[in-house]
C-alpha cells in the first residue's frame, strides 16, 4: 500500500501511542525501583510510584484518562492481589479507582484474565487493547496500552494507560479527513478503532475488511483503505 494519506494517519498513529508508551516507561521505571528497593514489597511502597503516575496524567492530560499499576497475584506480600490505579477527570485531581479484588465476592474483577494484562504476562511486550466499552470504569469505548514490568525475569505486573477512543479519533481527524478515500484504523478483530466514515463508529465491525491494508509495526492494528470518499471535510 503506497498512499501519502496513508502513510501520513500511520505516521500520527505512531506518534500518538510513541508518547503514551514513552510516558508508561516513567512508571515502570518507577516501579522497577521502587521493587528494588524494598526488602519485602508491600502495597504500602507503591505510594512511591504515585508521583510519576500522577506526572503521566498531568503530561499526557489531552489524551489518557487514567493511568496505573496492576500487581501480578503473590507479589506483593499483604495483598494477593491490587490495582494501583488513577483516573484524570477533566479539571480535577486524580482519583484513586476502587474495585473489588475478593475472588468471593460477586462484583469480583479478575483482571488477570483481561487482554491487556495476559498478553503482556505471556509475551513479556507491550501491548494495545481495544476499543471496549469499560463497564467497571467509565462506561465508554477505551484503548488500553500496557507494558510488562519484570525483574531478573519475575513478572510483576503491568504499567497501563486508558485513552478514551472518542479522543483518540479526535487527535486522528485532522489526518483522516485529508483524505479523499475511507481510512479505517482496525484492531487485529477489525473492530474500529478510527475513520474517516461516519458510517463505522468506534468498536463496530468493519463490513467489508478487504485486502488493501497497512499492518503497523509493533502493535495489533491495521490500516485498511475503501471506497472513494462523496466529499472531503476540512482539515
Given at each position: 500500500?503506497?498512499?501519502?494519506?496513508?502513510?501520513?494517519?500511520?505516521?500520527?498513529?505512531?506518534?500518538?501511542?510513541?508518547?503514551?508508551?514513552?510516558?508508561?516507561?516513567?512508571?515502570?521505571?518507577?516501579?522497577v525501583?521502587?521493587?528494588?528497593?524494598?526488602?519485602?514489597?508491600?502495597?504500602?511502597?507503591?505510594?512511591?510510584?504515585?508521583?510519576?503516575?500522577?506526572?503521566?496524567?498531568?503530561?499526557?492530560?489531552?489524551?489518557?484518562?487514567?493511568?496505573?499499576?496492576?500487581?501480578?497475584?503473590?507479589?506483593?506480600?499483604?495483598?494477593?492481589?491490587?490495582?494501583?490505579?488513577?483516573?484524570?477527570p477533566?479539571?480535577?485531581?486524580?482519583?484513586?479507582?476502587?474495585?473489588?479484588?475478593?475472588?468471593d465476592?460477586?462484583?469480583y474483577?479478575d483482571?488477570?484474565?483481561?487482554?491487556?494484562?495476559?498478553?503482556?504476562?505471556?509475551?513479556?511486550?507491550?501491548?494495545?487493547?481495544?476499543?471496549?466499552v469499560?463497564?467497571?470504569?467509565?462506561d465508554?469505548?477505551?484503548?488500553?496500552?500496557?507494558?510488562?514490568?519484570?525483574?531478573?525475569?519475575?513478572?510483576?505486573?503491568?504499567?497501563?494507560?486508558?485513552?478514551?477512543?472518542?479522543?483518540?479519533?479526535?487527535?486522528?481527524?485532522?489526518?483522516?479527513?485529508a483524505?479523499?478515500?475511507?481510512?479505517?484504523?482496525?484492531?487485529?478483530?477489525?473492530?474500529?478503532?478510527?475513520?474517516?466514515?461516519?458510517?463505522?463508529?468506534?468498536?463496530?465491525?468493519?463490513?467489508?475488511?478487504?485486502?488493501?491494508?497497512l499492518?503497523?509495526?509493533?502493535?495489533?492494528?491495521s490500516?485498511?483503505?475503501?471506497?472513494?470518499?462523496?466529499?472531503?471535510?476540512?482539515?
Amino acid at each position: 500500500m503506497s498512499d501519502r494519506h496513508v502513510d501520513q494517519v500511520a505516521d500520527r498513529v505512531h506518534t500518538i501511542v510513541a508518547d503514551v508508551f514513552r510516558s508508561l516507561d516513567h512508571v515502570l521505571a518507577s516501579v522497577v525501583a521502587c521493587y528494588r528497593a524494598s526488602g519485602s514489597f508491600a502495597c504500602a511502597d507503591l505510594a512511591a510510584v504515585r508521583p510519576e503516575i500522577f506526572d503521566c496524567l498531568s503530561r499526557t492530560h489531552e489524551v489518557v484518562a487514567g493511568a496505573g499499576v496492576i500487581m501480578a497475584p503473590g507479589v506483593l506480600a499483604d495483598r494477593r492481589r491490587w490495582l494501583e490505579w488513577w483516573q484524570a477527570p477533566p479539571e480535577q485531581d486524580p482519583v484513586f479507582l476502587n474495585v473489588d479484588l475478593d475472588p468471593d465476592s460477586l462484583d469480583y474483577y479478575d483482571y488477570t484474565a483481561a487482554e491487556w494484562f495476559a498478553v503482556p504476562e505471556r509475551t513479556r511486550r507491550r501491548h494495545a487493547v481495544g476499543p471496549y466499552v469499560d463497564y467497571g470504569g467509565t462506561d465508554t469505548y477505551m484503548l488500553t496500552f500496557t507494558v510488562p514490568a519484570e525483574v531478573d525475569g519475575r513478572f510483576l505486573g503491568v504499567v497501563g494507560a486508558d485513552v478514551r477512543a472518542a479522543r483518540f479519533e479526535a487527535l486522528l481527524l485532522g489526518v483522516l479527513a485529508a483524505s479523499p478515500t475511507q481510512i479505517t484504523l482496525v484492531n487485529g478483530e477489525d473492530r474500529v478503532v478510527a475513520t474517516n466514515s461516519p458510517r463505522l463508529p468506534a468498536g463496530s465491525l468493519l463490513p467489508d475488511p478487504g485486502s488493501d491494508r497497512l499492518p503497523l509495526p509493533e502493535l495489533p492494528w491495521s490500516i485498511v483503505t475503501g471506497a472513494r470518499r462523496a466529499t472531503v471535510l476540512s482539515a
